[in-house]
């Protein structure tokens, strides 16, 4: 049986995983809003390397979906809603990823389950499909460094990726709220983040390994059949996302995350200028002007969708 073991918490020793069988997970079955079952796990979650039998809930296994049609994704992220805002992890894998490469893979993290929408098999109608989501002001989507996600998905499906909240500028406005100044391209990357036990406390043994098979094999995104490494990487690198977005919205001041707000626009912007002024798109509007001084003070505010 395989197992998910790319994961472990940062003070934990590097032992065999536990968790559930393969049998258990592909029992889990889960339901469109019309009552017909989405595609069943294809592989198990992924876990802990944790032997204490005390881990928190968010770090146990989840259902992960291999998508190839757009009835297997729930509705909620099809055909989004004002009364139904909704919170997702966020990430795209491929073939030197940008304007000019291929968009293989989309994985979305929500509470319940992981979908890895295969771009490879489902095509351009797959994409259309998310196209809605993608944009919507409904759905805020938690990503680290969306900046060459957004362009492929510009230049290659017509998607302008909107309301972003990107991990890596937000933990940049948590160190400036402490009083540390920002330094140009100092920037976190996504494993020093899981790693931060303020926001996951997680160490991604399998990272590296799968950087050098990147070197060695540049297509290893576009191959199918899927591995069971790709499966499991792909959803490691999202399914820790809500869980850092918690911890980090709840710290964040009114003006931090107006900052935020403008600055992921930018992100999702900035290698996507087009004729229809991609760029052109407008900002956020800043908080209220009482709201500036309740952020100065140090208030938080928050809350799951804010």
Same mark, same amino acid.
């Given at each position: 049986m395989?197992r998910?073991?790319?994961?472990?918490p940062?003070?934990?020793?590097?032992?065999v995983?536990?968790?559930?069988?393969?049998?258990?997970?592909?029992n889990?079955?889960?339901f469109?809003?019309?009552?017909?079952?989405?595609?069943?796990p294809?592989?198990?979650?992924?876990?802990s390397?944790?032997?204490?039998?005390?881990?928190?809930?968010w770090?146990?296994p989840?259902?992960?979906?291999? !998508?190839?049609?757009?009835s297997?994704?729930?509705?909620?992220?099809?055909?989004?809603?004002?009364?139904?805002p909704l919170?997702i992890g966020? %990430?795209?894998?491929?073939?030197?990823?940008?304007? $000019?490469?291929?968009?293989?893979?989309?994985?979305l993290?929500?509470?319940?389950?992981?979908y890895?929408?295969?771009?490879v098999?489902?095509?351009?109608?797959?994409m259309?499909?998310c196209?809605?989501?993608?944009?919507?002001? *409904?759905v805020i +989507?938690?990503?680290?460094?969306?900046?060459?996600?957004?362009?492929a998905? $510009?230049?290659?499906y017509?998607i302008?990726?909107?309301n972003?909240?990107?991990?890596?500028i937000? *933990?940049?406005?948590?160190k400036?709220?402490?009083?540390?100044?920002?330094?140009?391209d100092? *920037?976190?990357s996504?494993? %020093?983040?899981?790693a931060?036990?303020? $926001?996951c406390? !997680?160490?991604?043994?399998?990272?590296?390994?799968v950087?050098?098979?990147?070197?060695?094999?540049?297509?290893?995104?576009?191959?199918?059949?899927?591995?069971?490494?790709? +499966?499991?990487?792909?959803?490691?690198?999202?399914?820790?996302?809500?869980?850092i *977005?918690?911890?980090?919205?709840?710290?964040?001041?009114?003006?931090?995350?107006?900052?935020?707000?403008?600055?992921?626009?930018?992100y999702?912007q900035?290698?996507?200028? /087009?004729d229809?002024?991609f760029?052109?798109?407008?900002?956020?509007?800043?908080p209220?002007?009482?709201?500036w001084?309740t952020?100065?003070? /140090? /208030?938080? /505010?928050?809350?799951?969708?804010?």
């Amino acid at each position: 049986m395989e197992r998910a073991v790319g994961f472990r918490p940062a003070n934990a020793r590097p032992v065999v995983a536990l968790g559930q069988t393969v049998e258990h997970a592909m029992n889990l079955t889960m339901f469109d809003a019309h009552g017909a079952p989405l595609a069943r796990p294809t592989v198990e979650g992924c876990r802990s390397r944790n032997q204490s039998g005390d881990a928190e809930p968010w770090i146990l296994p989840i259902p992960v979906h291999i !998508v190839t049609h757009h009835s297997q994704l729930p509705m909620s992220f099809l055909q989004p809603r004002p009364d139904q805002p909704l919170v997702i992890g966020f %990430d795209c894998e491929g073939v030197d990823l940008a304007r $000019y490469g291929r968009l293989c893979i989309m994985q979305l993290a929500f509470d319940d389950a992981v979908y890895l929408v295969d771009a490879v098999m489902g095509g351009n109608s797959l994409m259309q499909a998310c196209k809605l989501g993608l944009e919507s002001p *409904y759905v805020i +989507k938690v990503c680290h460094d969306c900046k060459r996600d957004s362009e492929a998905l $510009y230049f290659q499906y017509g998607i302008k990726l909107n309301n972003v909240f990107d991990t890596q500028i937000a *933990y940049t406005l948590l160190k400036e709220q402490h009083g540390k100044k920002w330094v140009p391209d100092d *920037y976190i990357s996504f494993v %020093d983040l899981l790693a931060d036990e303020r $926001y996951c406390g !997680v160490v991604y043994d399998e990272k590296e390994e799968v950087r050098v098979l990147l070197r060695k094999d540049p297509q290893f995104w576009a191959h199918r059949p899927w591995t069971v490494m790709m +499966k499991r990487v792909a959803a490691d690198d999202v399914r820790f996302l809500l869980r850092i *977005y918690e911890r980090m919205v709840k710290s964040l001041t009114e003006l931090s995350k107006w900052r935020l707000s403008v600055r992921s626009s930018l992100y999702c912007q900035c290698f996507c200028a /087009g004729d229809d002024c991609f760029l052109g798109c407008p900002l956020p509007p800043p908080p209220a002007t009482d709201q500036w001084r309740t952020s100065s003070r /140090g /208030g938080t /505010g928050g809350g799951r969708c804010s």
